[in-house]
């Protein structure tokens, strides 16, 4: 019997002690996998963290990006801004030169036609008088022509007028030197070649400044369409019309310019006209020796007897 008691007990321990050893290890996983979801919680925290502090720095670089924005287009309408005060300035500088060299033109005219009218009155009194009378009052309107034309010169300076004209249709190879001696007769304060940009060849047109009022007519009346040749391209005809200090492209001046030089092609025309219309001097100073009157003789002229055989 003692001995079936050993065995039940020592069965009874046995059993005890696995029974320990399970709960052992049941305690030891509970334990493993307390500390899983701890790490897993400790991992999304840390995630979530993460995020947000991703999320705090997109939102500020967005921020910076917008402020960067806001600047550079501040910066750009005050440029834009500053752009047209500065155009309007020119404008305004261009319409009072404008306006100066109206008031230099309307005076001109005026003593054009005032000249005009001079000249026509001595004819008129040349044809009544007599050729003694009309040396006289010739001299006397070559007298005051001269002075008129030296107080247009003070004017001019007075007003501080710039006389510059345009030349135009020139060759690329034009210097200020090869332009200066085709204006050597008529010798201009300054040249201004236009060239193209980072060179020295001519865009085909120049600037030409004068000191005195009479230099640019002077020009303008004997350089238009004249035969430009510098020996390096072939002889070009060339364009001289009027143009104007200060530079700019607003609508007015170039509207100014445009009849300014209408006005000067117009002259041109009516100079060219009256030339033609005037008789040669030798007929003239024939028809003045008879009396206005052509001696006819066989209904031949007398220019055209010299050719006709039998004539006398």
Known sequence: MGEKADKKRKR?????????????????VDVDKEARKKLKREEKQ??????????????????????AQAKKEKKKEKK??????????????????????????????????KKKKTKKDKKKEKKENGDAANDEQ????????????????????????RFIVFVGNLPYTATVESIKKHFEKNPP??????????????????????DHYDRMKTCLKLY??????????????????LTAGGGGKSENRKEKLKQKNKKL??????????????????????NN?????EDWQGGIHPSRRGRVSGSY
């Open 138 to 161: 010739a001299e006397a309107a070559e007298a005051n022509e001269q002075q008129q034309e030296q107080e247009e010169q003070q004017y001019h300076q007075q007003k501080k007028v």
């Open 224 to 241: 238009h369409h004249s035969q430009f040749d510098d020996g390096k391209s072939p002889a070009r005809r060339i364009n001289v019309e």
């Open 189 to 210: 304060a300054s040249v201004r070649v236009a060239t193209e940009k980072g060179s020295s060849k001519c865009r085909g047109f120049a600037f030409i400044e004068f």
């Open 265 to 286: 092609e117009e002259e041109r025309k009516r100079a060219l006209q009256e030339q033609k219309k005037q008789p040669s001097k030798e007929n003239k100073s024939y």
């Open 80 to 113: 834009k801004a500053d752009k047209e005060a500065e155009k309007k300035n020119e404008e305004k500088e261009e319409s009072k030169d404008v306006e100066m060299e109206d008031a230099t033109e309307e005076k001109q005219d005026e003593k054009k036609d």
């Open 46 to 67: 840390k995630k979530k963290e993460s995020k947000k502090i991703e999320a705090e720095a997109e939102e500020s670089q967005v921020k910076e990006d917008t402020e």
């Open 289 to 293: 020796n008879n009396g206005g009157q």
């Open 12 to 28: 009874s321990q046995a059993t005890s002690e696995e029974v320990g050893e399970t709960d052992a290890k049941i305690e030891q």
